[in-house]
């Protein structure tokens, strides 16, 4: 995993690499193809969303979501991320650390979404492994924490491939798809052996 800087500007966001993917904060640049992946996504997507607003996926709302992730990376309050493919550059899906916790807690939430034409072949592993990698090494958390659905079954087998623990069940934790849902609730702590949070080839 490599970390580098974009641009001179102060407030410019950390872009990680991965195993074959690099993760950027979004700029208004990427607007049209991520909208264009969100669209084709849609019914993939939305049974594991909040409800998406009616103007979710236009230049204007794109526009103030980038507005709000600057303000909540410089506040240290979140560090969003769209997921890319290094060998070409398309985009696969985004990712977020958000809920940034410091003092005697030094902790974040992950949350993460992937474009249906790219999910089920590992890159959802890969861009996971580098940001937990970065939130560790970079912003010097002590715990990353992740929920999904008990129905998630390939978010599931994600979260446990990429050495995250079960922990518990929150009751009717997140508002998903327009309804109050119960949540599996996990973690992965700084702590925890760096063997467990490599890909299985590279544990071998």
Known sequence: MALFRLGSDRDSVHAVRGDGVYLRAPEMSDFEEWAALRQRSRAFLVPWEPTWPADDLTRAAFRRRLRRHAGE?????AYPFLIFRESDDVILGGLTLSQVKRGVAQAATLGYWMGQPYAGQGWMARAVRAATAF?????????????CLPSNEASIRLLDRTAFRQEGLARAYLRINGLWQDHLLFALLESDPLSLRLPRRDRL
């Open 73 to 77: 990376i410089g506040n240290d309050e």
């Open 135 to 147: 939130a560790f090494a970079t912003l010097r958390l002590h715990r990353v924490e992740a929920a």
